[in-house]
């Protein structure tokens, strides 16, 4: 009779540490179609709430560092307070894969996008955002930046001509245990 309730009571202290360590990683991928100040951003981070900016297809902010964006990938998951994690998405033709580790503070992450199918003849893109960086605080942090120049063709009126681009693509994370 006694024995169920000392094994419960075992079992108890042996997976309550774990479950304490629990978390929510919180990622986000947002691009901008100019160069951003990185401290700038950073300031804007603690002043909005990003699962509310971030929930359309553009950032919706009049905080000056994140306004103007575009919302490329955002995700919250379920995770141990430390070692690797993967986690897969798919919706309709898209599919998410999210990888990487945790390790104290530090978050090392690597997010791949697949929009299409590889079968036969039809065409898919892939795209890749990664970082590495502490997530220290429950805030959330920028752990990878892409900043990338480009070149396009306008066509106004008969006429067209190259506009020069920038992008600036911010990998974002926090961590909640």
Do not use: C, H
Request: proline share 2%; hydrophobic share 40%; no cysteine.
């Amino acid at each position: 009779m006694r024995l169920p309730i000392l094994l419960a009571a075992a079992v108890a202290l042996v997976f309550t540490p774990l479950a304490a360590q629990a978390g929510r990683l919180d990622l986000y991928v947002l691009q901008f179609t100019d160069a951003r100040n990185l401290d700038e951003v950073a300031a804007a981070l603690t002043e909005v709430d990003l699962d509310k900016v971030t929930d359309s297809d553009r950032t919706e902010t009049s905080v000056r560092g994140l306004r103007g964006g575009w919302v490329v990938f955002t995700q919250s998951f379920g995770i141990g307070g430390a070692g690797s994690f993967a986690n897969v998405t798919r919706l309709t033709n898209q599919r998410a894969d999210v990888s990487g580790s945790l390790n104290g503070s530090n978050l090392t992450v690597q997010i791949r996008i697949l929009e299409g199918v590889k079968v036969g003849l039809r065409k898919y893109s892939e795209s890749s955002y990664g970082g590495s960086g502490s997530i220290a605080g429950g805030v959330p942090r920028i752990v990878g930046v892409r900043q990338s120049k480009g070149k396009t063709q306008e066509a106004i009126k008969g006429r067209t001509r190259i506009v020069e681009t920038e992008y600036t693509t911010l990998v974002i994370a926090r961590y909640r245990p």
